[in-house]
């Protein structure tokens, strides 16, 4: 990607052991970083450094099956994963040469499968980071 260049939202993705979610329509990373306060009786207000981080990759899709054959993963294969507790390798990339990679190990920590009158099934998957996030640039 060029300098300057706007990321496009339908091009950024994140996957799970080396697959993407079958009919995603969004995707989120989050990275939260603990601060230390620290007030003694020398300062006048409180000094915050910066401790430890944590973070979450959170997506959504449309529920169907996958196609016989297809590499992506579907709600079903998250479901099972998450109920047998399994560790997952996670990438958030458009995987764009040039352009970044964030990867880690994480849990999924909820699944919510969503069925109303009148609309398409929908899911919501969050995973928490388990361990470092990994800055890397597509080769």
Same mark, same amino acid.
């Given at each position: 990607?060029?300098?300057?260049?706007? *990321?496009?939202?339908?091009?950024?993705?994140?996957? +799970?052991?080396?697959? !993407?979610? *079958?009919?995603? =329509?969004?995707?989120?990373?989050?990275?939260?970083?603990? $601060?230390?306060?620290? %007030? =003694? #009786?020398?300062?006048?207000? !409180?000094?915050?450094?910066?401790?430890? *981080? @944590?973070?979450?990759?959170? /997506?959504?899709?449309?529920? @169907?099956? #996958?196609?016989?054959?297809? /590499?992506?993963?579907?709600?079903? &294969?998250?479901?099972? $994963?998450?109920? @047998?507790? /399994?560790?997952? &390798?996670?990438?958030? /990339?458009?995987?764009?040469?040039?352009? +970044?990679? $964030?990867?880690?190990? %994480? *849990?999924?920590?909820?699944?919510?499968? !969503? %069925?109303?009158?009148?609309?398409?099934?929908?899911?919501?998957?969050?995973? #928490?980071?388990?361990?470092? $996030? =990994?800055?890397?640039?597509?080769?």
């Amino acid at each position: 990607m060029s300098a300057g260049s706007i *990321y496009k939202g339908k091009n950024v993705r994140f996957s +799970f052991n080396g697959a !993407t979610l *079958y009919h995603a =329509t969004s995707c989120k990373l989050s990275i939260s970083t603990k $601060l230390e306060e620290i %007030a =003694t #009786k020398d300062t006048d207000g !409180t000094v915050s450094t910066p401790s430890n *981080y @944590a973070w979450s990759i959170s /997506t959504e899709s449309l529920v @169907a099956n #996958k196609p016989l054959g297809s /590499t992506q993963k579907d709600f079903m &294969d998250i479901v099972a $994963l998450q109920l @047998a507790g /399994t560790e997952i &390798d996670i990438e958030f /990339t458009d995987d764009v040469s040039g352009n +970044f990679i $964030l990867s880690g190990k %994480a *849990y999924i920590e909820s699944s919510d499968i !969503t %069925a109303e009158v009148g609309n398409s099934v929908t899911g919501s998957f969050s995973f #928490k980071g388990n361990g470092n $996030l =990994t800055k890397t640039v597509v080769a």
